[in-house]
């Protein structure tokens, strides 16, 4: 698929399930064709009006409110259209027949982005900014994504490759004319621009991966004798999240991980004893999985019982459960009682703060993606490569490849092979 692509599409760009309006969505050369059929002259541009839907015999599909939205500026930068239906199953089904018998066909996922990024409306990092807003599930996650749809993060990318373009031209002056009387300074100057850069990706490659894990959420192992209340304490912070706790039907995971929200971060639970009590030779995949997640947690929680001994060099948090039977008061843990309730605010603050910290970033905006990051490892992998370099060849040919691998990241080079990898994970209709 190119930018010239010539297939009208449409898709359902609103959620499943009862709902009061459905919006469809078409993109393509033949939106305008299509909106005419179905009622009648086109609307003014990106003006809602509200008309009947026909099908080619003339009978009354729905009385819906219809959107005309001629490219350049449109989402895709196609002419598009956006019809808002009645959202009942059968009304969406008839328009998408009466859609597809004009030879229009269903998007595939993330086609509509796709088409935005090829017409140059957004770059690669922008496009999936917008897969990230769609799937923003707190506050954090959403002004992250936010940030990042508005340029933020493609700008610090782009201001990387312009400079090391300047850089780049320089160094092919030296190559190309090596008998003329450049400055001096010329050389030392490249090779400052290509330190600084090398130290400024570098940095911004050792952010203790804030944006991704904002991104993806955390995990904390949850640790400790059986019987000390590790299940109780888990089933106690999902409780006031219960709307929000998203267990995955079907899976072993289910049993032992449980999905909260600390701090405007989704935070996966997992029940390290819980791990061993599921083993079983079907499942042995899923608890493996969870087994490593757990090993790479971002938070230990060892619970023990309140009064009882713990190992202080363990690290990570100590929570004494049960503090309704005995006392504790030693400074080193968090008193709690999953039965009445006693210090559970206080936990939740504690891994809430946690949470933030492991994720908060100020400064420039962090890296979100591991896409990201392997193309900016390959860029100060070659720009060391230039440093060291002695030819001038060689010099110039590891610049050229650094502007390469930064170049992948928003999308002004090579990208066909890793589109298909990107616009995959979307929904259909975005
Ligand atoms: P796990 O094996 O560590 O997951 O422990 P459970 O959550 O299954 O709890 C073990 C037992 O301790 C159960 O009988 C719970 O009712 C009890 N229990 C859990 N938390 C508390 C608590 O805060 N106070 C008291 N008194 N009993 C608790």
């Known amino acids: 698929m190119n930018a010239g692509s010539a297939a009208t599409i449409f898709a359902h760009a609103s959620g499943a399930g009862r709902a009061a309006i459905a919006v469809l969505r078409i993109s393509g050369p033949g939106s305008a064709g299509a909106l005419r059929a179905l009622c009648g002259r086109l609307p003014a541009p990106r003006r809602a009006v509200a008309r009947a839907l026909r099908d080619a015999e003339g009978g009354l599909l729905d009385r819906a409110m219809v959107l005309w939205l001629p490219g350049p500026q ?28 004009q030879g229009l066909r269903p998007a595939e996922a993330g086609e509509f982005t796709r088409r935005a990024f090829l017409n140059g409306k957004m770059d690669l990092v922008a496009a999936e900014a917008v897969h990230d807003l769609v799937a923003a599930e707190t506050d954090a996650q959403r002004r992250q994504a936010l940030r990042q749809l ?39 100057d490249l090779l400052r621009s290509v330190r600084s850069l090398r130290a400024e990706i570098g940095a ?11 991104r993806e959420g ?5 640790t400790g004798a059986p019987n000390v209340g590790k299940s109780s304490l888990i089933n106690a912070l999902a409780e006031r999240d219960v709307a929000i706790v998203s267990a995955s039907p079907g899976t072993t995971r289910d049993a032992i991980e449980t999905r909260v ?37 971002d938070l230990v929680i060892t619970v023990i019982e309140a009064g009882g001994p713990f190992e202080a060099s363990a690290g990570g948090l100590i929570v004494a459960n049960k503090c309704d039977l005995h006392t504790d008061e030693r400074p080193a843990v968090l008193p709690v009682s999953a039965l009445t309730g006693m210090g559970l605010a206080a936990l939740r603050d504690r891994l809430a703060a946690e949470a933030t910290t492991l994720t908060q970033s100020s400064g420039p905006p962090p890296l979100t993606r591991a896409r990201h990051r392997v193309s900016l490892q390959a860029a100060a992998r070659w720009l060391t490569d230039a440093e060291d370099a002695v030819e001038p060849e060689l010099r110039g ?8 691998a930064l170049g992948t990241i928003t999308g002004q080079v090579g990208v066909e092979e890793i589109l298909d990898s990107i616009f995959r994970q979307f929904c259909i209709g975005k």
């Open 74 to 101: 449109s989402y895709t930068g196609e002419d598009s259209a956006e019809l808002h239906l009645h959202a009942g199953r059968a009304v969406i089904e008839a328009v998408a027949d009466a859609l597809a018998a």
């Open 150 to 188: 508005d340029g933020a993060l493609g700008n610090v990318y782009r201001d990387w490759s312009g400079r090391l373009r300047l850089a780049l031209a320089r160094q092919e002056a030296l190559i190309d004319f090596p008998d003329e009387d450049l400055p001096p300074e010329v050389e030392a």
């Open 204 to 214: 911004h490659l050792d952010d203790g991966q804030r944006g991704e894990k904002l």
């Open 218 to 222: 955390l995990f904390f192992a949850i």
């Open 261 to 297: 929200i600390l701090g405007g971060v989704p935070v996966t639970l997992v029940d390290t004893a819980g791990l061993r009590d599921t083993i079983d030779p079907i499942e042995a995949e899923g608890v493996r999985r969870a087994y490593a997640r757990a090993a790479s947690a």
């Open 397 to 404: 040919e590891s610049m050229r490849l650094a502007l390469r």
